[in-house]
């Protein structure tokens, strides 16, 4: 298993015993503790092109966490992107100044275009800096996929033989589709709960019809409620809707409350990438099963462990 000056652009790049082996470090790390000496001299490049509060921050608390300086924009004002500078040029730029680049961009593929900049600056004798896909356009958010397993795994004691319902905005939400991606390396049975019109994309169902995934498409909550062992909430991307009008046919057709939730198996978790808008009752925060703010939590000790996994800091 080699992870040193490695890419993190797509969760298909990755095996099952790379995630597990993932997963037991971020274990480790959270059992353990932190150490300040572990990326001591290290330098982490934040740069989001689109806004976040959860990946930006705890990528940016893992790091700092480990010991490594960060340098970071979030949005583009203020930046020589309104000046026309292109991605490539801001990350051949970038690269000068840190060890590791972890960015949100909102094209899909733009992770792996940036991934391809710092390849060729390594093959001319430059230093390789890896590339950490924050979550890119409508494609992939491999980071967030590997702590909501992580959570999974940690709530569930283990991932295999579950069923696992992904609602909401399964289209344009990109956490969908890499965790459909990831939770096919496992033997899992997969619940899509979405509008028609948001269903999961063709070539995620493709992909997992060929791994053997048991694959069911739902159009209501109610339908799986009281079977999921984790129901996967997701927002509405409201932003990705080329038309208003087509978000406004759509929005706010998915919430669980405290009283949809009750029907639900004691042991099922409730879990949402978050940002929430309407789609999880407040009231629903309450209940054991809600996990969407400890999972976020979780991002930290996954996230740390991939840092210094990348830079060589653990073996
Ligand atoms: N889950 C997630 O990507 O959250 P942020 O958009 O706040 O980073």
């Known amino acids: 298993m080699e992870f040193v000056n490695r890419d993190i652009v797509s969760i298909k790049d990755f095996t099952r015993p790379e995630l597990e082996y993932i997963f037991e470090k971020a274990k480790e790390i959270e059992e353990k503790g932190y150490s300040r000496s ?7 490049g934040l740069l989001f092109y689109e806004p976040s509060t959860r990946t930006r921050m705890s990528f940016d608390t893992a790091a700092q966490t480990l010991g490594a300086d960060t340098i970071w924009f979030a949005g583009v004002e203020g930046t020589s992107v309104m000046k026309g500078e292109t991605l490539k040029d801001t990350i051949e730029t970038v690269a000068n100044y840190v060890d590791v680049i972890v960015m949100r961009h909102p094209f899909d593929g733009s992770a792996r275009w940036a991934a391809d900049v710092t390849t060729k600056r390594a093959k001319q004798g430059l230093k390789k800096v890896p590339i950490v896909n924050g979550g890119d356009g409508k494609n992939e958010h491999p980071t967030q996929t590997m702590l909501d397993l992580y959570s999974v795994q940690k709530t569930q004691g283990g991932i295999d033989g579950l069923e696992v319902a992904l609602v909401g905005d399964l289209k344009y939400g990109r956490t969908t589709h890499s965790l459909s991606y990831a939770l096919s390396m496992f033997d899992t049975r997969i619940d899509y709960v979405a509008p028609e019109a948001l269903q999961i994309p063709a070539h995620v169902v493709s992909f997992l019809k060929q791994k053997g995934i048991a694959q069911t498409k739902y159009s209501r909550i109610e339908d799986v409620i009281e ?27 998915f919430r669980i409350d405290k009283s949809l939730l009750s029907r639900a198996k004691p042991t099922m978790r409730l879990m949402h990438p978050l940002p929430r808008v309407d789609e999880i009752a407040v009231d629903a925060d309450d209940d054991q099963r809600s996990y969407y703010f400890q999972q976020a939590g979780n991002g930290v000790p996954v996230r740390a462990t991939l840092l210094a996994l990348i830079m060589g800091a653990v073996e």
């Open 227 to 253: 079977t999921a062992d984790v129901i996967y909430m997701t927002r509405i991307q409201k932003e990705r809707f080329p038309d208003e009008n087509e978000y406004n046919k759509v929005k706010g057709v």
């Open 38 to 44: 572990t990326l001591k001299g290290k330098r982490v």
